[in-house]
Each structure stands twice: as C-alpha cells, then as structure tokens.
C-alpha cells in the first residue's frame, strides 16, 4: 500500500474532529474523499500529508510512519495541494510550477520535461508569463494543480510509490476545467502514482473514483466502490437529502439527480 491510515483520531481543545478513521490507497488507485462541511475531510486529508500528527492512530507512507520522514524524503513521495495558496510576492505563474522541481534530483531525466508536462496537464500554457498574484481563482487553482503535479513527475523514481494529496481541488473550476484536472489525477494513477482527493461534487466523484470514502461527524459512513457508495440510502445518511440515484448507460457508474424543484419549499425570512 501507498497510504495506510489506521485509527487515525484528531481533537482540538477537547473536541474531536476525526474519530477512529482507516483507510488505504495502492498504487494506481484513485480514492475521493466525500461529505457535509465540517465532516472532517480536511484534517483527514492533513494527517495523510503529515502536517498535523494525528491525536491517535498512525498514517503510513509506503509502510512508514508520515512523521518519520526527513521533509525532503516525504516531498519526494508525496506531493499535497491545499484548498487555497496565497502568496505573498509577485512569482510569475513558471515560477509558481517551478516550486515543484525543488525536492528533485536535478539530474534525473524526467526533471526537465516535468515542468512542460505539467502546464499542458493543468491547461496553463496562456498563463505562464501572468504574475501569479493577478490570476483568478479558478486560475490559481489550476496553477497549484500543476505546481503539485510537477513535484510528482519530477521527483519520480524507478520502484518507488507516490501519492497526490488534493483537497479541494476543482471548488473554482468551470466545468471543462473540473474534468480536464481529474482526467489529469487518473493519467498519474495510470502510471502509478495512488491519488486521494476531497471533492464536493459527487457526480464528478462517482465518474473519476475508483472508491469513495463517505465522512460524516468526523467518521466514516461508507467506503467502497462508486456503484455501493452512492445510494440513496447512503446519501441520505449523509448528507440528510433524499436524492434519485441513475446508472450511466455509458460506463455502468451512479450519478444523482437532484429535486430542484424542493427548493420552492424552503420559505425565507
């Protein structure tokens, strides 16, 4: 396995905020992270990277403890883009996606087209003479995209697993865009690299995903494969909606259909 997380528990002043959480993602494997806000993806997704030490339990990279990593050995392993990056000097966008070649082997074939690979992965190519700091949203995320698929590419190595982190990452895509970055996750988890991602949206989840981690109340509810994970019971057990469930006549996957017109039924004021 490339990650291991076994009972993993957070709490902050008393409070818990993931409770007794396992899961594993192999080589190859492409494993969404879903639920409510405030269901505890993000401090899940952060214990896995290694920026918080969980409060119980052990999250393992390639069958070592995440803490026990020297920083430049775990950047080389893993490679993590949070849900928002704000910087504080003018970086051109080249600049931005050259952060990730720093933990790599400058001398390693892949260092030199990894940078070239990544643009074309995150659509960004019109940008990389942009300064960073004038970017929109959704621009900056594809740029984060790219800075982290790069460390990747670049810091590969023959026989060593790797994981991508990503937390969030289409929240400010259009829709071309949405799918253009998961298509670019399963082109890495083709050539072995594990990806976990916390998404929102779940019809992108369930036909990008090859399991589905349902988190609700800082625990998980369900994890399995698209097809048992997206249900209506299990959306409703979720989150606290009943929504019809169809299968894709293309690929066989579920996809949700919401009932817009229940929203005439919520009086304000």
């Known amino acids: 396995m490339i990650i291991e997380a076994e009972r993993l528990c957070y709490a902050v002043r008393g409070k818990t905020i993931v409770e007794n959480?396992?899961?594993?993602?192999?080589r190859g494997e492409l494993v969404v992270v879903l639920g409510p806000n405030g269901a505890g993806k993000t401090t899940l997704l952060r214990m896995l990277t290694g920026e918080y030490k969980p409060t119980f339990g052990v999250a393992r990279l390639l069958g070592t403890s995440i803490g026990d990593f020297a920083p430049i050995e775990l950047a080389r392993r893993r490679s993590v883009m949070t849900?928002?990056?704000?910087?504080?000097f003018p970086y051109s966008v080249l600049e931005v996606i050259g952060f990730g070649l720093h933990a790599a082997n400058q001398l390693a074939p892949?260092?030199?087209?990894?940078?070239?690979?990544?643009?074309?992965?995150?659509?960004?190519?019109?940008?990389?003479?942009?300064?960073?700091?004038t970017l929109s949203g959704g621009e900056q995320q594809r740029v984060q995209f790219a800075r982290a698929v790069c460390q990747i590419i670049a810091c590969r190595e023959e026989g060593i697993g790797q994981v991508l982190l990503l937390d969030e990452p289409t929240s400010n895509l259009d829709l071309k865009h949405q799918i253009m970055v998961m298509s670019a996750a399963r082109a890495l988890c083709r050539e072995g690299v594990a990806v976990c991602a916390v998404l929102h949206?779940?019809?992108l989840a369930a036909a990008c995903a090859d399991k589905i981690v349902m988190m609700k109340n800082g625990r998980v509810q369900q994890?399995?494969?698209p097809a048992e994970a997206i249900t209506p019971a299990t959306m409703r057990e979720t989150f606290d909606i009943?929504?019809?469930?169809?299968?894709?006549e293309a690929n066989a996957r579920p996809y949700i259909v919401p009932d817009y017109g229940s929203i005439g039924r919520f009086e304000l004021g």
């Open 110 to 133: 892949q260092t030199a087209t990894a940078v070239e690979r990544a643009i074309d992965l995150a659509d960004v190519r019109h940008l990389i003479d942009r300064n960073y700091q």
């Open 242 to 248: 009943d929504l019809t469930v169809l299968q894709s």
């Open 223 to 225: 994890s399995a494969r």
């Open 83 to 88: 849900q928002a990056s704000h910087l504080m």
């Open 21 to 26: 959480v396992s899961l594993s993602i192999d």
């Open 201 to 203: 949206d779940v019809n």
